[in-house]
């Protein structure tokens, strides 16, 4: 028979403090040596041949053995102790109280044997572990946004690192090491979260991304100068990750020319007006500036004030008529005779006239109205074929007494607008003579045929002073 050599069983003890190992405890059952008698086939230790041999973890020296990785451990076998077998004594009456005695030792030993293998195998493979624990663990410190903490960490490199604390990256976040990158023990981590800013600097809207996380920084971070500068906001108010709206007026150099004089403002002024105002120059009425009053002051940029004087001027000119000529039938041929006189209309326009720093400029038309329409002028134009003559004065010398009544002319009227034509009728003979209009409007023709149309019926009485030509 063999077994296996073990070492006192206290060299165990010193692994008590793993408080995870009390589990082995449970093997409790084989301290009580007495119950195994009741199996007689302890008696007889042939039958357990598998006790013979064990091969199992070194559980000397713990510290000293050499670690493989997780769950490997060196298993030493040492070789089985033989004992000297003890020849078998006749049967007596005190043989079978010794066999029971010695099926009791082998019992214990067996007991003792089952207690220890379990220990020794946790014991060694913790140990084993424990090793492969410690390599693996690291410790690193993670700064989120200026807040740093202290981890430790099984991940192999940063993007595990971030994933495994839950931090969200974006595309405008600052990482670093870089995503990807290794992790060893005691390093540091740095992630800076990007924050939109809606930026309007100088009067250019845009949106930018900064990772600061104060008014003050993102400025600084963005190259923007503050020196003078207008801030919508404090320079210390923090931007949350939903980012934050912000005006910059940076300082800037304009130079205002009014009345004569140059004036040079430091200026983060919104608008053109406000530097004229900084500069102690008041625009009054029509006043205005060479640049729109509303517009954004650049650096560098020279304004003019425009001292503006306005009157107005208003001009009345006139409307042409028309005229308008219709076919009369009651008319000899030749015969005009102007129904309607014509009338000009009239049309008024409104100037406004500037003086521009006491220089006159040109006049601008601010309004024109029609005062009065154009009425239009109508004559009447016979169509009647004329007689050659009237019979029993055709051969009277009718221009001696044209001559004489009027010096030969046919439009002629004397001062007081009474008389009119080559013979001077009035308005009453003539139209009872059938003619239309006024005699002086009518045709030499048509005259001279009234005329003689008056003779037959009056002589030459009708005309007491130049009458006596007509025999001539």
Not at 246 to 271: I, K, P, Q
Not at 315 to 330: H, K, L, N, Q, Y
Request: glycine share 10%; charged share 25%.
């Amino acid at each position: 028979m063999s077994r296996t050599q073990f070492e006192p069983a206290e060299a165990y003890e010193t692994y008590e403090t793993y408080g995870a190992y009390g589990i082995c405890e449970t093997y409790g059952a084989y301290d009580t040596h007495e119950a195994y008698e009741a199996y007689g086939a302890y008696g007889t230790r042939e039958t357990y041949g598998a006790y013979e041999t064990y091969e199992y973890p070194a559980p000397y020296d713990l510290h000293s053995a050499p670690t493989l990785p997780y769950g490997d451990t060196y298993r030493p076998v040492h070789e089985p102790v033989h004992e000297p077998t003890v020849p078998a004594l006749p049967r007596q009456g005190d043989g079978r109280a010794e066999r029971r005695r010695r099926a009791r030792g082998a019992g214990r030993a067996d007991a003792s044997l089952r207690r220890l293998l379990p220990r020794a195998l946790v014991v060694a493979f913790l140990a084993g572990g424990t090793t492969a624990f410690v390599a693996k663990d690291k410790a690193v410190e993670l700064t989120v946004d200026g807040t740093p903490r202290t981890l430790h960490t099984f991940a192999d490199d940063v993007t595990e690192l971030l994933a495994e604390e839950g931090v969200q990256v974006g595309a405008h976040d600052v990482i670093e090491p870089a995503p990807g990158a290794p992790l060893t023990s005691g390093e540091d981590i740095t992630v800076r979260h990007g924050r939109p800013v809606l930026l309007t600097l100088d009067g250019h809207r845009r949106q930018v991304w900064t990772t600061a996380r104060t008014v003050q920084g993102a400025l600084r971070q963005l190259g923007v100068r503050t020196q003078g500068a207008h801030l919508s906001t404090e320079p210390s108010r923090r931007i949350g990750r939903e980012g934050l709206a912000l005006v910059v007026r940076t300082e800037r150099v304009v130079t205002v020319l009014a009345d004569g004089r140059t004036r040079t403002v430091r200026t983060n002024a919104a608008t053109v007006r406000e530097v004229v105002e900084q500069a102690g120059i008041t625009l009054r009425g029509e006043d205005t500036t060479s640049v729109p009053a509303t517009g954004f002051p650049r650096d560098g940029q020279t304004v003019t004030v425009l001292r503006i004087t306005g009157s107005q001027e208003v001009r009345e000119d006139p409307i042409p008529f028309d005229e308008r000529r219709a076919e009369d039938a009651s008319l000899f041929r030749g015969t005009e005779v102007v129904q309607q006189a014509g009338r000009p209309g009239l049309r008024r326009t409104t100037y406004a006239l500037r003086t521009v720093n006491g220089v006159r400029q040109k006049p601008r038309r601010l309004r024109t109205e029609v005062v009065r329409e154009p009425s239009p002028r109508i004559v009447r134009v016979g169509t009647r074929p004329r007689p050659v003559s009237v019979h029993g004065a055709d051969h009277l010398n009718w221009q001696g007494l044209a001559a004489c009544e009027s010096g030969g002319r046919a439009d002629a009227v004397d001062p007081s607008g009474t008389y009119g034509g080559l013979y001077q009728f009035d308005s009453a003979t003539w139209h009872d003579l059938g003619g239309e209009g006024r005699p002086e409007d009518a045709s030499a023709a048509e005259q001279t045929y009234r005329a003689q149309k008056l003779y037959v019926r009056s002589g030459s009485s009708a005309w007491p002073h130049c009458g006596a030509r007509l025999r001539d």
